[in-house]
């Protein structure tokens, strides 16, 4: 049975299917939907205290027994240069005056990381798996979620990539094709443009390291899924199908978009927050692409666009979608587990016949 193995076994799973942890697009009720019908449900932690982290744990737990991931993307402080802020503010001006916003404001962001605070709670609420993205935390604070017995995944872009994670001691790797919406895993800096697509990408983990890999970037339907597992992927993770949920803390001006992606509409850029990330084109990417400047420093230049997302304008909202957004529906989030397993489950029946 292509849904039973080594990965599946470890954290209780009926499914190999993870809910992509999505930031605070990903919420208590669409982890605890995904979970509670047999897949992993994940909470992204992007910005949240830990006081806040642990009351979305709560909110999980109220609603789910089952495993829950944890996720943390990891960056530094970010270096804000007056001369890249003030022509990315002049930029942005002219959007800003269009929807009668005031003056754009002066960029601001902070280093992401698991802190005393943060590890603390981990340790005490001890979900099953706890995720990175951008990288691996410092080994001090691997080793003692390891030691709580909580898993630990992180996304790699490349062979490479994969390789240094299973190094510094993952229990497993997410294989991020260039398909795949959001920002791109990279910690060791891969050019956008060089980035290799699931396909290729996939297998060639699998050749290279001994612990599952877990396939994401365009993956959401049965026939994605299975692909995934007949290139050696153990589970697979999707993101951008789970931001047609209901569940999901989407903007209606996000969703209206998701509805009429098509598999040429995205684009892979790091004007919207400084650093590269996938979503469908409209006039806010156009323009500062257009423009040649350079973001402001990650993630302070999403300070400066995110308020434009605010006012309901779906061509100055950060679209992040994957290049199979066209492949989804609006759903919710059990009946999307239980057809991906179902249709998985016929497609690879399929083969099996003589
Ligand atoms: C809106 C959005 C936000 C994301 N945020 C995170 C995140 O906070 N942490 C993370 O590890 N991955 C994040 N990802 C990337 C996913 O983990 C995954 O690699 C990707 O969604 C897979 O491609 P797909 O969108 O084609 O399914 C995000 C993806 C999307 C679409």
Redesign the pocket.
């Known amino acids: 049975m292509w849904s039973r193995n080594a990965f599946t076994e470890r954290l209780d799973l009926k499914w190999p299917i993870l809910q992509?942890?999505?930031?605070w697009?990903s919420t208590p009720a669409l982890a605890s939907a995904v979970s509670n019908a047999g897949g992993l449900g994940g909470l992204?932690m992007?910005g949240f205290s830990a006081q806040d982290a642990e009351r979305r744990i709560a909110g999980f737990r109220q609603q789910s027994a089952g495993s829950l991931n944890v996720?943390y993307?990891l960056w530094p402080e970010p270096k804000i240069t007056a001369d890249a802020s003030e022509a990315m503010r002049t930029r942005l001006q002219a959007h800003y005056d269009a929807k009668g916003l005031g003056a754009v404001p002066k960029p601001e962001g902070a280093a992401s990381e698991v802190g005393r605070e943060h590890l603390a709670m981990l340790l005490r609420a001890k979900p099953q798996v706890v995720?990175?993205?951008f990288g691996l935390p410092q080994p001090e604070v691997m080793q003692a979620i390891k030691s709580a017995g909580i898993f630990i995944i992180s996304?790699a872009t490349t062979v490479a990539e994969a390789r240094i994670l299973e190094e510094r001691g993952v229990d497993a790797i997410?294989a991020?094709?260039t398909?795949?919406?959001?920002?791109r895993?990279t910690f060791t800096g891969v050019d956008m443009s060089m980035q290799p697509g699931l396909f290729a990408l996939l297998p060639q983990v699998v050749d290279a390291v001994s612990v599952p890999v877990i396939a994401?970037?365009?993956?959401?339907d049965g026939r994605t899924v299975a692909a995934a597992f007949m290139l050696g992927a153990s589970a697979v993770?999707?993101?951008?199908?789970f931001?047609r949920c209901e569940e999901a803390n989407v903007l209606d001006a996000h969703r209206a978009a998701l509805r009429e992606a098509n598999d040429a509409c995205t684009i892979v850029t790091d004007v919207i927050t400084g650093r590269p990330a996938?979503y469908i084109r409209n006039k806010l990417t156009d323009d500062l692409i257009a423009s040649g400047l350079e973001p402001v420093a990650f993630p302070a230049q999403l300070s400066l666009t995110a308020p434009l997302g605010m006012t309901g304008d779906r061509d100055l909202t950060a679209l992040?979608?994957?290049?199979?957004?066209a492949l989804a529906k609006d759903t919710t989030a059990a009946v999307l587990v239980e057809s991906l397993a179902e249709a998985t489950s016929r497609r690879l029946g399929a083969f099996a016949r003589p």
């Not at 398909?179 to 920002?183: L, S």
């Not at 993770?237 to 199908?241: E, H, I, K, N, S």
């Not at 992040?320 to 957004?325: H, N």
């Open positions: 992509a942890p999505m930031g697009l992204g992007w996720n993307p995720s990175f993205h996304s997410i991020q094709g398909e795949a919406g959001g920002h895993g994401a970037g365009g993956v959401a993770q999707l993101g951008t199908a931001l996938r992040f979608a994957g290049q199979s957004a």
